[in-house]
């Protein structure tokens, strides 16, 4: 088609896109005060317009809209969700955690950590059962396996999917010490953000079944999250499933919280309490009477 043939095209834009624009000006020499001053920079192209207080709104939309049209393009229809500490050594990793215990007390609490470690192969097992299965709908692969990105359990869960040749996504948090995603993420499917709550936000726009393992503060934030928006209608119900009934029943007293009547009776029944990879397949394929 020639030059002016595409004038007369009705199909083709009429307008420059904006990184053809942005072109335009970044190739022009800038030698005057005017087009020197931060004031004329393009706004978008404007990092330090962009991180303003003011754009926060903007922002929270940009974290929004970002993972979830390059999820869509990866043709990701669902997720299998992982939630853990960020502190439970795997089962190889297990003497080198040890033997860093400098005293009684902390050599106590490495080895009740390296006895979770159990949980990281499960959580490792579990995501190589649904890699395996490769479920595909309408054209878009299901129950595709979601961590924090992080290490530990998080780390488990993207590594048993590389293991068996699926990818995987990574949600990282920007936080003030250094925080990379672990080595098991698929690369254009690890995800960084600034706000903990778009983040929380994207755990569950697409999770159809969530397993929850042995944590600290942050698997306490998503997953009583995710309880609370189950409990309050805001979310239809789906498969939780609560890795290591002791641990849990340690830490939270849940069946004291409905004899104080704080939550109903009927809210136990939100979660299911299992040990196994196999377990919590097992309830995922009930729910969703799957094939696999």
Known sequence: MTEEEKQHDLTQRKFYKAEQEAGFV??????????QDPAYRLAFRDTDFLLREELRPVRFQLELMKPEMLLDEAKIGSTLVMYGSARIPSPEMGEAALSTATTPERKAVVERLVAKSKYYEEARQLAQIAGKCGIVEDGKRQFVVCSGGGPSIMEAANRGAEEVGAESLGLNIVLPHEQ?????????????????????????????????????????????????????????????????????????????LAEEGVINFEDLELFTPVETADEAWAHIVKFYDLDC
């Open 180 to 256: 990379a995603p672990n080595s098991y993420v698929t690369p254009h499917l690890s995800f960084q953000f600034h706000y903990f709550a778009l983040r929380k936000m994207h755990f569950l726009l697409r999770a159809r079944a969530v397993a929850v393992f042995p944590g600290g503060f942050g698997t306490f934030d998503e997953f009583f999250e995710l309880l609370t928006l189950i409990q309050t209608g805001k979310m239809k119900p789906i498969p939780i499933l609560l890795f290591g009934k002791n641990f849990w029943s340690r830490v939270v007293n849940f069946e004291a």
């Open 26 to 35: 970044e190739s022009q020499p800038r030698t005057t005060p005017q087009q």
